[in-house]
């Protein structure tokens, strides 16, 4: 198992490198696929041993090997938090697929569907998360270019998921009750009573509560989690996000009316809710008996 885990981990570093770019791309306004990577300072074509995640800043000491500029502080971070995040969805994949050794995740790679779709959908999520995780924190902004395809992305995976997965409803469709009856119903329902709970506190609070991007995150993390673990990641997501709100102002770096990016803290809640978010709801209803 070790193998695998260090190949997803090392393929995280690099798609975190890829991340990095995407993020300086979308500050800049420029084409996510664009010319070859460059030094953000002096505008250098890097070499490809410039480009070894996480390496490269350490060999060059953090600085551009043609400029001597700084490189941005980002890039280490994001590199290993892709790397572990892929991690993550790799042994989550594995497990709600039933994957517990060699021979069975040899057999799943080779021709199981089911293992390959999840893995590559949620590898997709991660990095889209990741993005928006750290352009609301820099910015206190939710990018539309990452967080409108994500939705559409995740709709159709959910889907698929029903009509050819778990073959909840089969064409033609005589009539919709077998959708609604469906897994892509639960997603539906969960998206559209975050979206609306959030909406709610914007309209409330007039837009000093949350902002409008918090409602289509929110609305994609009820697509991505369902009923009722995005019940478990909001609750979650609040908590850290007022702890986190306490201490900063404890430590004199924000006060009360200070602005907080709450996409963060979602972003957490959601990862949260994905891979532990069964047994928080088994350990809280083991305290209730």
Same mark, same amino acid.
């Given at each position: 198992?070790?193998?695998?885990?260090? *190949?997803?981990?090392?393929?995280?570093?690099?798609?975190?490198?890829?991340?990095?770019?995407?993020?300086?791309?979308?500050?800049?306004?420029?084409?996510?696929?664009?010319?070859?990577?460059?030094?953000?300072?002096?505008?250098?074509?890097?070499?490809?041993?410039?480009?070894?995640?996480?390496?490269?800043?350490?060999?060059?000491?953090?600085?551009?090997?043609?400029?001597?500029?700084?490189?941005?502080?980002?890039?280490?971070?994001?590199?290993?938090?892709?790397?572990?995040?892929?991690?993550?969805?790799?042994?989550?994949? &594995?497990?709600?697929?039933?994957?517990?050794?060699?021979?069975?995740?040899?057999?799943?790679?080779?021709?199981?569907?089911?293992?390959?779709?999840?893995?590559?959908?949620?590898?997709?999520?991660?990095?889209?998360?990741?993005? *928006?995780?750290?352009?609301?924190?820099?910015?206190?902004?939710?990018?539309?270019?990452?967080?409108?395809?994500?939705?559409?992305?995740?709709?159709?995976?959910? &889907?698929?998921?029903?009509?050819?997965?778990?073959?909840?409803?089969?064409?033609?469709?005589?009539?919709?009750?077998?959708?609604?009856?469906?897994?892509?119903?639960?997603?539906?329902?969960?998206?559209?009573?975050? /979206?609306?709970?959030? &909406?709610?506190?914007?309209?409330?609070?007039?837009?000093?509560?949350?902002? /409008? /991007?918090?409602?289509?995150?929110?609305?994609?993390?009820?697509?991505?989690?369902?009923?009722?673990?995005?019940?478990?990641?909001?609750?979650?997501?609040?908590?850290? /996000?007022?702890?986190?709100?306490?201490?900063?102002? &404890?430590?004199?770096?924000?006060?009360?009316?200070?602005?907080?990016?709450?996409?963060?803290?979602?972003?957490?809640?959601?990862? *949260?809710?994905?891979?532990?978010?069964?047994?928080?709801?088994?350990?809280?209803?083991?305290?209730?008996?």
């Amino acid at each position: 198992m070790f193998l695998f885990y260090s *190949i997803i981990f090392i393929f995280g570093l690099a798609v975190g490198s890829f991340l990095n770019v995407v993020i300086f791309r979308l500050e800049n306004g420029e084409k996510i696929i664009n010319d070859r990577s460059k030094c953000m300072r002096c505008g250098h074509i890097l070499a490809w041993h410039d480009l070894l995640p996480v390496l490269s800043f350490i060999f060059l000491k953090g600085k551009c090997r043609y400029c001597g500029r700084s490189i941005s502080i980002q890039y280490p971070p994001v590199e290993l938090m892709t790397g572990i995040m892929f991690v993550l969805i790799l042994n989550y994949t &594995l497990r709600i697929n039933g994957l517990t050794d060699y021979g069975l995740i040899f057999s799943a790679v080779g021709g199981q569907l089911p293992f390959l779709a999840s893995l590559i959908f949620y590898l997709f999520i991660a990095s889209a998360l990741i993005i *928006i995780f750290v352009y609301d924190l820099k910015h206190y902004i939710i990018p539309d270019k990452v967080v409108y395809p994500a939705i559409i992305i995740v709709l159709g995976y959910n &889907l698929f998921n029903d009509l050819i997965i778990n073959n909840n409803f089969q064409f033609p469709i005589s009539n919709f009750q077998s959708i609604f009856n469906s897994q892509f119903s639960n997603f539906l329902f969960s998206a559209f009573l975050a /979206g609306g709970f959030f &909406l709610a506190i914007v309209l409330l609070t007039r837009g000093k509560g949350m902002g /409008g /991007g918090d409602v289509k995150l929110a609305f994609l993390m009820g697509l991505i989690l369902g009923w009722p673990m995005i019940i478990i990641s909001v609750f979650l997501s609040f908590i850290i /996000g007022s702890t986190f709100g306490i201490l900063l102002i &404890l430590a004199g770096k924000k006060k009360m009316k200070s602005m907080i990016p709450f996409g963060p803290f979602l972003i957490l809640g959601t990862f *949260i809710g994905l891979f532990w978010g069964e047994k928080i709801v088994k350990w809280y209803f083991g305290l209730m008996d």
